[in-house]
T-cell receptor
Framework: DTGVSQDPRHKITKRGQNVTFRCDPI?????LYWYRQTLGQGPEFLTYFQNEAQLEKSRLLSDRFSAERPKGSFSTLEIQRTEQGDSAMYLC??????????FGSGTRLTVV | GESVGLHLPTLSVQEGDNSIINCAYSNSASDYFIWYKQESGKGPQFIIDIRSNMDKRQGQRVTVLLNKTVKHLSLQIAATQPGDSAVYFCAENDLNRSGGSNYKLTFGKGTLLTVNP
């Protein structure tokens, strides 16, 4: 197993465009999380899936954000009508009952 | 709101010295704590964790101490090496709130550790 994979590693987009990020968790992990991290800050929780069910969403996740995990494996995070304030590192993590959080390397989004 | 914070934003040590990174938390219900190391351009890497029924836990070159009385957590790194240079975060979770599963970690701001050769 290669750990949690995120794609792309970097994304530069113009304000107003839509972007989609993908996360492939560790295969035996049933829980998947999205976090956002801005420069100099710790990661902030966005949302959490157990299998395919999205069980919690942070107030940080505005209506422009949507996350899916259709088959309980990989997940996508879409941001519509991007704003400059969306520029951040988007981190994915996965876990199971027997394994704690493992983070991916993140997708760095720059909105210009 | 409740948060996890750090006493020192930066720490500079000489190679071979021991490092101590501190963390204060305010949520008295927190019962699970994790230390992460984050290198530039990478995601947080798990170092060590501790549950609130313990006050000390040791790993390879690392020790975590938990003082629930003053809500303080520390990470001790023995014989610090240049490869230890990174930002260190503590994170907390209330396992009871989470229904027994560990999710929704709350992170502090981080401490930048610089190891001088």
């Amino acid at each position: 197993d290669t750990g949690v994979s995120q794609d792309p590693r970097h994304k530069i987009t113009k304000r107003g465009q839509n972007v989609t990020f993908r996360c492939d968790p560790i295969s035996e992990h049933n829980r998947l999380y999205w976090y956002r991290q801005t420069l100099g800050q710790g990661p902030e929780f966005l949302t959490y899936f157990q299998n395919e069910a999205q069980l919690e969403k942070s107030r940080l996740l505005s209506d422009r954000f949507s996350a899916e995990r259709p088959k309980g494996s990989f997940s996508t995070l879409e941001i519509q009508r991007t704003e400059q304030g969306d520029s951040a590192m988007y981190l994915c993590a996965s876990s199971s009952d027997n394994h704690g959080y493992t983070f991916g390397s993140g997708t760095r989004l720059t909105v210009v | 709101g409740e948060s996890v914070g750090l006493h020192l934003p930066t720490l500079s040590v000489q190679e071979g010295d021991n490092s101590i990174i501190n963390c204060a938390y305010s949520n008295s219900a927190s019962d699970y704590f994790i230390w992460y190391k984050q290198e530039s351009g990478k995601g947080p890497q798990f170092i060590i964790d501790i549950r609130s029924n313990m006050d000390k836990r040791q790993g390879q070159r690392v020790t975590v101490l938990l003082n629930k009385t003053v809500k303080h957590l520390s990470l001790q790194i023995a014989a610090t090496q240049p490869g230890d240079s990174a930002v260190y975060f503590c994170a907390e979770n209330d396992l009871n709130r989470s229904g027994g599963s560990n999710y929704k970690l709350t992170f502090g701001k981080g401490t930048l550790l610089t190891v001088n050769p």
